[in-house]
Nanobody
Framework: QVQLTETGGGLVQAGGSLRLSCAAS????????MAWFRQAPGKEREFVAT????????SYADSVKGRFTISRDNGENTVYLQMNSLKPEDTAVYYC???????????????????WGQGTQVTVSS
């Protein structure tokens, strides 16, 4: 059984930073891409960032490029999302997820991921 547990959300002022963590268990972590998605109230879940199993390849949504950094520690089975220069429009519940396609590059499509964490709230005040 795959389990994903996010931590690190909270309330921060615009321009501030937060680091989200997602601890994974139940799958050979280093073989699978991981990703972060987010969902704001009244909006659909949207892609934020993805990272390949090795950590070499990353991809970001245009809205966070240059401000957010995804990384992973395969020894600790953990993926991170460093969020800098936060804006009020970044306010959302952030979810980590693991791909069901090993050795792929990652994807922007939720359907390519089969397990999701419970989510962590990020609120950015203006």
């Amino acid at each position: 059984q795959v389990q994903l547990t996010e931590t690190g959300g909270g309330l921060v002022q615009a321009g501030g930073s937060l680091r989200l963590s997602c601890a994974a268990s139940g799958r050979t972590f280093s073989s699978y891409p991981m990703a972060w998605f987010r969902q704001a109230p009244g909006k659909e879940r949207e892609f934020v960032a993805t990272i390949s199993g090795s950590g070499v390849r990353t991809s970001y949504a245009d809205s966070v490029k240059g401000r957010f950094t995804i990384s992973r520690d395969n020894g600790e089975n953990t993926v991170y999302l460093q969020m800098n220069s936060l804006k009020p429009e970044d306010t959302a519940v952030y979810y980590c997820t693991i791909s069901h396609r090993p050795y792929s590059s990652g994807s922007v499509y939720p359907s390519d991921y089969d397990y999701w964490g419970q989510g962590t709230q990020v609120t950015v005040s203006s």
